[in-house]
């Protein structure tokens, strides 16, 4: 079984920074292609990023685009996403995910899931 434990959410302001950490255990983490996801309140939870497992593909849904990167540590067993520019309509509990097949945009694709960490962004 995969835990996945997220850290690094806080309360920045607009156009500031913040790198959010998620940090796995229970399965080899190089197995795992590790997502971010974010849901804000009364919204769906929308895709964010995704790593593959060797971290040689990454993909970004287009409003983060430019301003967040996703990135991992196989040795520290961590993925990170780093975000710059932050607006407030980036406020959201942001959740990591994992699985070992498969990968792509559609949370159902995500058998692993973190607690989730809240990021605010104010104006």
């Known amino acids: 079984q995969v835990q996945l434990v997220e850290s690094g959410g806080g309360l920045v302001q607009a156009g500031g920074s913040l790198r959010l950490s998620c940090v796995a255990s229970g399965l080899t983490f190089s197995s795992l292609h590790m997502g971010w996801f974010r849901q804000a309140p009364g919204k769906e939870r929308e895709f964010v990023a995704i790593i593959t497992r060797s971290g040689s593909w990454t993909d970004y849904t287009d409003s983060v685009k430019g301003r967040f990167t996703i990135s991992r540590d196989n040795a520290k067993k961590t993925v990170y996403l780093q975000m710059n520019s932050l607006k407030p309509e980036d406020t959201a509990a942001y959740y990591c995910?994992?699985?070992?097949?498969?990968?792509?945009?559609?949370?159902?694709?995500?058998?692993?899931w973190g607690q989730g960490t809240q990021v605010t962004v104010s104006s």
């Open positions: 995910a994992a699985d070992q097949n498969r990968w792509g945009r559609p949370k159902g694709m995500y058998d692993y």
